[in-house]
């Protein structure tokens, strides 16, 4: 697992963004080692957000970027 360094979404598109913050999801899902309870909530919580349609807050994005930089291969 690599150092953690923040994403620049402004080079994305809306539609782009979603969908990278989605393939974290499913590979945290999918492939994720050691994840938490809460982590786990939260990844949830997330996903159904960007299934509705909804943005993610900076902090929210921040700390699910945190999770798939800790917690996948």
Known sequence: MSEFVKTNFDQYTPEAKRELLLSW???????????NAWERRFV?????????????????ETVL???YSERTP
């Open 44 to 60: 949830d919580s997330v996903r159904a957000s960007l299934t509705k349609g909804w943005e993610l807050t900076p902090s929210q």
């Open 25 to 35: 999801v499913k590979a945290i899902d999918e492939t994720g080692v050691n994840v």
């Open 65 to 67: 970027e945190s999770i």
